[in-house]
């Protein structure tokens, strides 16, 4: 069975940064793509970015890039979003997940999914 745990979200000003961890039992990250999701209030969940195992790709959408790096340490099977320049539109439940196949932009093509992390950017 697989196990996503993230951690690390909380309360930070605009502007400031935040590491969230994902950690995985059940699998070997080291041949997973793994994906950042997130879900603000009332809206849907969307996608944040992606790493690939296979060819080491990341992809973000274009409201993080160069803000965010999604980033992995197969010796501790984690997963990592560095959030830098942290805007209060980037307040949301941050959630990984595990690609199965298909687009990596839609959550439907993703496995298991971790509970989430709150990150609240204040302005």
């Known amino acids: 069975q697989v196990l996503l745990v993230e951690s690390g979200g909380g309360l930070v000003q605009a502007g400031g940064s935040l590491r969230l961890s994902c950690a995985a039992s059940g699998l070997t990250i080291s041949r997973a793509d793994m994906g950042w999701f997130r879900q603000a209030p009332g809206k849907e969940r969307e996608f944040v970015a992606v790493?690939?195992?296979?060819?080491?790709?990341?992809y973000y959408t274009d409201s993080v890039k160069g803000r965010f790096t999604i980033d992995r340490d197969n010796a501790k099977n984690t997963v990592y979003l560095l959030m830098s320049s942290l805007k209060p539109e980037d307040t949301a439940v941050y959630y990984c997940?595990?690609?199965?196949?298909?687009?990596?932009?839609?959550?439907?093509?993703?496995?298991?999914w971790g509970q989430g992390t709150q990150v609240t950017v204040s302005s």
């Open positions: 997940a595990t690609h199965r196949s298909g687009t990596y932009y839609d959550s439907r093509n993703y496995d298991s």
């Open positions: 790493t690939t195992w296979r060819l080491g790709s990341t």
